[in-house]
């Protein structure tokens, strides 16, 4: 009996086995499916996490050029009676700002509307969320490339301060540059980085390259400086009254951190934490050095000695000029632009400036205007394919020609229109803007406060108690 019922249950068995195998095998398809999606999910979202750590370190990193890096730079550079007047201005940008793009700012520069201008649709950052936005960054929150962007419309205006350092109402430069922050800065932004922007690298239009501002920041910025400066006029006894800065030691340190600060400018404009940024990164690194090199050998021959503020003057310069290339040439293209830039600016400073006597009072034009322009033509010869196809593949599989140097003469055209168009909105819109606050509420302080100076007269401090 029992001899029967194992033999029973052993043939029972051989049936049962072949079928959970047969079972077992017809599922693993689906299995093997699921685990693959589910493990192309995890690869996402680790990839995400790291382009998100990556993005906002850089937007901290952009941050830190405004304050402390551009504050103490200019700070330094003005004298000691200017100094916390001048730093306000740049703190003042980080409050104002701030407040306009989370309003109206970000939707005028980044939200759908037309060749020249954003629309409505992220008025009070409405529909603006934690989820990626294709248009412009495909693995990281769009509240992430919000807050990245932020960080470029604050240390523009903040730039121009330095043309008009030491002469303006702080209450007229609050007014003046919040305005333009909305009516020059968000149109061009539009224009190059929006979705459907006429210069936008992406569009059928004027497919301009500006891969972290050279026109977008810089030339508005220097450009409207060079405007701002003739408009107020000079500052009292200049050229005639020595004006020396009152602590290079402050702009050093403030140079120093710009320098820092500019590798969120630039390597973090590839919106990932990608070979891209490391292009990007070693490209602004190259030319800062070599530009300070180039603007302290002119500043050796013009004037018999190499000095701090010509080394960090020209470090600026440089990374003014790779701006708008960081992400599109070779190494070696960098230290020729980083070159070319410390040479060009410092005769635009020594020479130029000179020749014509207009008071930039700490070289806004000379470094970001001339640096600006310079940069943005260069890289219209400079940029290559093999190191950023933005034009894609043709028919072929082969990337399309980039720059002058793939062979793509016509990319020189496309930026010569883009820097075009980038001085003619600058100058008419500061202009504008310039008459107009003027005639309201007044943009220049009263002989008096100024020989007083801006802290006291603007603030009632002062930056130094001398007497303590």
């Excluded at 080394?311 to 310069?317: C, D, L």
Aim: glycine letters at 12%; a neutral charge; one cysteine or more.
């Amino acid at each position: 009996m029992c001899r029967r019922f194992t033999r029973r249950l052993f043939v029972f068995a051989l049936f049962l086995f072949p079928a959970a195998i047969f079972a077992q095998t017809a599922a693993s398809p689906a299995a093997m499916q699921a685990q693959i999606t589910a493990l192309q999910q995890a690869v996402q979202n680790a990839q995400s996490a790291g382009d998100n750590a990556w993005m906002l370190a850089s937007a901290a990193l952009v941050l830190l050029m405004t304050g402390p890096g551009l504050a103490l730079f200019y700070g330094g550079l003005v004298r000691k009676k200017n100094i916390l007047g001048t730093m306000m201005q740049s703190f003042a940008m980080m409050g104002l700002v701030t407040v306009i793009w989370a309003v109206c700012g970000y939707s005028l520069a980044f939200a759908r509307g037309n060749v020249f201008i954003g629309g409505f649709q992220h008025l009070f950052l409405r529909g603006v969320p934690l989820t990626p936005n294709p248009d412009y960054a495909a693995t990281i929150p769009e509240q992430t490339y919000m807050i990245y962007q932020l960080m470029f419309a604050i240390i523009t205006p903040a730039l121009i301060t330095g043309a008009f350092a030491e002469r303006m109402k702080f209450s007229a430069m609050a007014v003046f540059l919040s305005l333009w922050s909305l009516l020059v800065y968000c149109p061009m932004a539009h224009m190059v980085w929006g979705a459907g922007g006429l210069l936008n690298a992406a569009g059928a239009h004027i497919p301009s390259l500006d891969f972290a501002g050279g026109t977008v920041v810089h030339i508005t910025s220097g450009v409207s400086a060079l405007v701002a400066c003739l408009y107020l006029g000079k500052r009292i006894g200049y050229p005639q009254t020595a004006m020396p800065p009152h602590s290079l030691v402050l702009s050093f340190i403030g140079a120093c951190l710009l320098w820092v600060g500019w590798f969120g400018f630039n390597a973090g404009s590839a919106l990932a934490a990608s070979p891209l940024a490391t292009s990007a990164f070693i490209n602004t690194h190259f030319a800062a050095a070599t530009a300070a090199l180039g603007w302290t050998i002119y500043e050796w021959l013009h004037n018999g000695k190499p000095t701090a503020l010509g080394a960090i003057s020209g470090s600026v310069a440089g990374l003014v000029a790779i701006t708008p290339a960081s992400g599109f040439v070779q190494p070696f293209a960098a230290l020729a632009i980083g070159l070319a830039a410390g040479f060009f600016c410092s005769f635009m400073v020594f020479k130029v400036k000179s020749f014509f006597g207009y008071d930039d009072s700490l070289d806004a034009f000379g470094v970001h205007g001339a640096g600006g322009t310079l940069g943005a033509v260069l890289t219209g010869i400079f940029a290559t394919a093999a190191i950023n196809p933005i034009y894609g593949k043709d028919a072929a599989g082969n990337p399309i020609p980039t720059g002058a140097i793939d062979g793509h003469w016509g990319q020189v055209l496309n930026q010569l229109a883009a820097v075009g168009i980038s001085w003619v909105i600058s100058i008419v819109g500061t202009l504008v803007l310039l008459f107009v606050v003027d005639k309201i509420i007044g943009l220049r302080v009263a002989p008096e406060h100024e020989a007083a100076g801006l802290d006291l007269s603007q603030h009632g401090e002062e930056g130094y108690d001398l007497n303590a």
